[in-house]
T-cell receptor
Framework: GAVVSQHPSWVICKSGTSVKIECRSLDFQATTMFWYRQFPKQSLMLMATSNEGSKATYEQGVEKDKFLINHASLTLSTLTVTSAHPEDSSFYIC?????????????FGSGTQLSVL | AQKVTQAQTEISVVEKEDVTLDCVYETRDTTYYLFWYKQPPSGELVFLIRRNSFDEQNEISGRYSWNFQKSTSSFNFTITASQVVDSAVYFCALDGNQFYFGTGTSLTVIP
């Protein structure tokens, strides 16, 4: 199966700092990558969809200036949480697909636990 | 509207028991896909199965089986002879024009 690597697995940062999370597709080219946020014992909430070489599409209620997404290549997307605050503490997980069509499997990274002090 | 409901938030079973995880969905699409993913404590979501709306055949894969019934808009997942390694959160998902995840069912298998 396809492998998606997400790094770091966990990060602790001070309030006001920025944190970058990387999502890499290791053995396939990912035209589309997705970023999710998951609160404890809750489902995955889609934050944004990124297509290689174009601007990300953010879901309603997600601040695009706070959660910067870059998908500069077919194997790498990054999520930068800018000026992080404690309420940004959460589990962030990325997924990738070869192409975005109905029914296409999503392959997930192992997630990043962000704790903002 | 698209929606996935997993009414069971937490289930505990003793090892070797069978367990069924329920999934009910809503969609107006005539063509759609349903998925099950497993999220172990490590966090990564692991793909288990994909089923398209035109294929109502049940599927069995080892100890796992899935029952898809369009008449009741359900796509239930059964684990036979459960094992401790099956302990995880299981998500049902619907792919119409967007991927929708259910709220997940946390399964604990007690040795």
């Amino acid at each position: 199966g396809a492998v998606v690597s997400q790094h770091p697995s966990w990060v602790i940062c001070k309030s006001g700092t920025s944190v970058k999370i990387e999502c890499r597709s290791l053995d396939f080219q990912a035209t589309t990558m997705f970023w999710y946020r998951q609160f404890p014992k809750q489902s995955l909430m889609l934050m944004a969809t990124s297509n290689e070489g174009s601007k990300a599409t953010y879901e309603q209620g997600v601040e695009k200036d706070k959660f910067l997404i870059n998908h500069a290549s077919l194997t790498l997307s990054t999520l930068t949480v800018t000026s992080a605050h404690p309420e940004d503490s959460s589990f962030y997980i990325c997924s990738a697909s070869r192409w975005r069509g109905q029914g296409e499997k999503l392959f997930f990274g192992s997630g990043t636990q962000l704790s903002v002090l | 509207a698209q929606k996935v409901t997993q009414a069971q938030t937490e289930i505990s079973v003793v090892e070797k028991e069978d367990v069924t995880l329920d999934c009910v969905y809503e969609t107006r699409d005539t063509t759609y896909y349903l998925f099950w993913y497993k999220q172990p404590p490590s966090g990564e979501l692991v793909f288990l199965i994909r089923r398209n709306s035109f294929d109502e055949q049940n599927e069995i894969s080892g100890r796992y089986s899935w029952n898809f019934q369009k008449s009741t808009s359900s796509f239930n997942f059964t684990i036979t002879a459960s094992q401790v390694v099956d302990s995880a959160v299981y998500f049902c998902a619907l792919d119409g024009n967007q991927f929708y995840f259910g709220t997940g069912t946390s399964l604990t298998v007690i040795p």
